[in-house]
């Protein structure tokens, strides 16, 4: 049997609207896209932040979005609040330290916050990669959201995109 062919290439070859070339209902799989409400609870980096990303990639947003884009944003601010404080303090710490026989020795030991700062990067590339905000994701997560060259009179191709 040959594979489905997309949505909007059944519509196409459509009677009318909703229906398939046969007359058999079609479910509309599209979902509607605008940006999710703004939380009053993040903190102000994290705030910062919401701004930012929802100027660039609001318009596919959705609303299910909403806590995921909560949790980017307040990574971020847990980043930058880590990354001023190691600025300040140091990445290592002097340590004292007894052995067995009673000699005291001073040694220098990465913090416990530098392990949370490294944490904190992995999780927000992780993040960015999902909502497309790296170079390398760019591509795959906007292919289809914008109007393309062929587009006829400003309305996207919809099976631009598609392999």
Not at 78 to 86: C, H, S
């Amino acid at each position: 049997m040959p594979a489905k062919k997309p949505y909007e290439l059944r519509l196409l070859t459509a009677r009318h609207e909703g229906v398939d070339s046969a007359g058999r209902a079609m479910p509309n799989p599209r979902v509607e896209r605008h940006e999710p409400d703004k939380p009053a609870d993040l903190t102000a980096e994290a705030s910062l932040e919401w701004d930012r990303i929802i100027e660039s990639i609001g318009h596919w947003l959705k609303i299910g979005d909403r806590a995921a884009l909560v949790n980017l944003c307040e990574t971020w601010s847990e980043l930058v609040r880590l990354r001023k404080y190691l600025r300040k303090n140091g990445f290592k710490q002097r340590v004292t330290v007894r052995d067995a026989a009673g000699a005291v020795t001073a040694l220098y030991r990465e913090r416990p916050e530098v392990k949370l700062y490294r944490g904190f990067l992995v999780e927000h590339r992780l993040m960015t990669s999902t909502f497309g905000l790296n170079p390398v994701s760019e591509g795959a997560a906007s292919r289809g959201s914008a109007p393309t060259e062929d587009a006829l009179d400003g309305v996207p191709n919809p099976f631009a995109g598609q392999s």
